[in-house]
């Protein structure tokens, strides 16, 4: 009676499993020496899927569902097994559990900055961050390409390819979005979908479905972030020469009596007056002079001699920074007109 028992121990009745809640994606039911009885029982639970693997070769995939193991229901591996005896007699077999729930709130993100072509600034270097979810579409494809033969295959093992899979194609994305770096704030959901889209592709050669993605932020390094915000404060000036002058004299200026103030705080407050008044001051002073030279030139009988001076003077505020080449260029073609 007790061989009897011991024998009956050695086949397997029931194939089931229950998911654990740590990440795992793929999970080999323990075989060891036992076979499976011909007619034993096969339970797939709802967000899992099994995979039959013989003698290395990937077999019969099933669904949620419960299933009677016969020739009729393992086509494939009874081809692989070439039996003739219709399942007469027990079989061996590696049996897989996959996971195909969601796997959520999966975070990716770029450690640097990375550059990207962009229609206003031509490239910038910018940083994102967000997260997206997968599941297991495609047992088989996985189990061949992925997980392998391990005993278990879990989300840390394939956290860090996914996330370089996403950094591989967010430049494309973003060309492909046609979304200019200004624009992508305010359009952060339509980035996310076309980077769906991008990625969709690359997770379904490894067996996985992406889901869903989103971006939470976009932004650029600090030492860039400071050009863009002299940028929009230009913008902001716009053609009031004054303003442009004060603002430029301004940003061109540092602190005039940082290193003056001696050793006490109070003198470091004196200083930083004294750089802001001299800032603006000299702003005011530049300004008045080019706008009296412009307004001297609107009149009828412009000399060239007061035209050359002007430009001197604009010749002088590039050389010091304060003018940009560009700003400097359309200044001397308008001036340029005033002689025609």
Not at 174 to 202: K, Y
Not at 293 to 305: R, T, Y
């Amino acid at each position: 009676m007790a061989l009897m028992d011991f024998i009956k121990k050695q086949f397997i009745d029931v194939i089931a499993s229950t998911e654990d809640a740590d990440g795992t994606l793929a999970w080999r039911f323990p075989m060891m020496d036992m076979e499976i009885q011909n007619g034993a029982q096969l339970v797939v639970r709802e967000s899992q899927m099994v995979l039959f693997v013989n003698e290395g070769k990937a077999a019969d995939v099933f669904g949620p569902g419960t299933y009677r193991l016969t020739t009729q229901t393992l086509p494939v591996l009874t081809y692989l097994k070439n039996w003739d005896k219709l399942f007469e007699s027990p079989f061996k077999s590696d049996i897989y559990f996959f996971s195909t729930r969601q796997q959520l709130d999966q975070k990716w993100g770029t450690p640097q900055p990375i550059t990207l072509r962009d229609a206003d600034f031509g490239a910038v270097r910018v940083r994102a961050f967000g997260n997206y979810s997968f599941r297991v579409a495609d047992p088989k494809r996985f189990h061949t390409e992925i997980s392998g033969t391990r005993e278990r295959y879990g989300i840390e093992d394939i956290d860090g390819q996914l996330r370089a899979l996403v950094l591989q194609n967010i430049s494309n994305a973003v060309a492909g979005s046609g979304i200019a770096f200004l624009d992508l704030a305010a359009n952060q959901l339509h980035f996310a979908q076309v980077l769906t889209r991008q990625l969709a592709p690359e997770f379904e050669k490894i067996g996985l479905k992406l889901d869903g993605m989103t971006v939470q932020n976009v932004s650029l390094p600090e030492d860039l972030q400071k050009v863009l915000d002299q940028k929009i404060g230009m913008g902001m000036v716009g053609d009031d020469m004054a303003k442009f002058m004060q603002y430029q004299a301004a940003q061109a200026i540092p602190k005039f009596a940082e290193g003056t103030g001696g050793g006490g705080g109070g003198g470091g407050m004196v200083g930083d007056a004294m750089g802001l008044g001299a800032g603006v001051a000299l702003g005011q002073v530049l300004a008045q002079n080019l706008t009296s030279g412009l307004q001297g030139m609107a009149v009828v009988g412009v000399k060239p001699e007061d035209v050359m001076n002007t430009l001197e003077k604009l010749g002088d505020l590039k050389a010091k920074g304060i003018l940009t080449q560009g700003e400097f260029d359309a200044k001397k073609a308008e001036l340029l007109k005033k002689l025609v």
